[in-house]
């Protein structure tokens, strides 16, 4: 128990939101002031555009000829190369 206390962090951890960036942390920082309702609306506005460029740069990135496994490994994490059921004989 003791080492656990030593090598285990402890305290805040700080919140993570994917493709935040300059613009998006400073409609943040309005909203979590006023609390406007247009803030917020523009706020996801530009996360989803930010998200959407994000989207866009990893797919035209992805090459099966020459990085194959790391191509596979973002479609299995997506859920899209799942394994089919099996099926049992024994029914």
Known sequence: ??????????????????CLDEECQVLLDQLEVTGDTEVADHLIESL?????????ET??????????????????RLGAAQNPPRTSIFR
């Open 48 to 56: 989803d555009a930010a998200r959407c460029r994000r989207w866009e």
């Open 1 to 18: 128990m003791k080492a656990a206390h030593f090598s285990i962090p402890r305290g805040f951890r700080p919140r993570y939101i994917p």
């Open 59 to 76: 797919t035209e990135q992805m090459n099966f000829t020459k990085s194959g496994p790391k191509s596979w490994s973002l479609i299995r």
